[in-house]
């Protein structure tokens, strides 16, 4: 789904007045301040977008900061186990859950890349009737397994803090349906940059 951009010019300025001070969600992955700089420049790159490839590019760069961003603190907000109030204050809007009678299948990994030093790009194929996405880490061997994030997206998981120079294993499984989650995907493995 694509959002218009001054759709989310206007729901970024209205969650980040939202989460300013939040009695709840003290700690967001994105603080106000941190929203309001990347929206600003989202913004500005609007302003200056003339049609030029260069500048749509910037501007569309721009854009998927500020979307990575909500993402992030709605997962903040998923980790607080939250209710209708709780997600309406902190400016989101409660989407329809799934309440499908079916299994979950299990999730392919499509991609594994380090994205920067220490972070990598997990993609995984969408699945039907998944409402989330938990991720998992190992630097054993896959001997011990370490949460690393639950995602509301499939296409594109972003993974932090990772030791670098090592070689970390990384599996996923789908949650939602009737079962709550899928069996693990077969892990992928890659030397941390």
């Given amino acids: 789904m694509t959002f218009p951009n001054g759709q989310v010019v206007t729901f970024t300025t209205k969650h980040a007045g939202k989460i300013e001070g939040h009695p709840v969600l003290k700690n967001p992955a994105f603080t106000s301040t941190q929203i309001t700089a990347l929206n ?3 913004s500005d790159a609007i302003v200056a977008a003339t049609g030029d490839p260069e500048d749509t590019a910037i501007m569309n760069i721009a854009k ?3 979307l990575d961003a909500l993402r992030a603190n709605a997962c903040s907000v998923e980790a607080l186990n939250p209710n209708l109030q709780l997600v309406l204050s902190c400016g989101f809007e409660p989407c329809n859950a799934n309440r499908a009678q079916s299994p979950v299948d299990q999730p392919v990994i499509l991609l594994l890349a380090n994205l920067a030093p220490t972070q990598l790009l997990l993609r995984l194929t969408t699945i039907v009737n998944a ?3 938990q991720v998992q880490t190992s630097v054993d061997g896959g ?3 370490q949460d690393a994030i639950i995602s ?3 296409y594109r998981i972003v993974l932090d803090n990772l030791p670098s120079a090592s070689t970390v294993m990384v599996r996923a499984r789908a949650l939602g349906g009737s079962t709550l989650y899928s069996p693990w995907c077969t892990s992928g493995s890659i030397v941390v940059t």
């Fill in 40 to 42: 600003q420049t989202f």
């Fill in 64 to 66: 998927v900061a500020v």
């Fill in 131 to 133: 409402n989330s996405y």
């Fill in 143 to 145: 001997k011990t397994w």
């Fill in 152 to 154: 509301p997206k499939a």
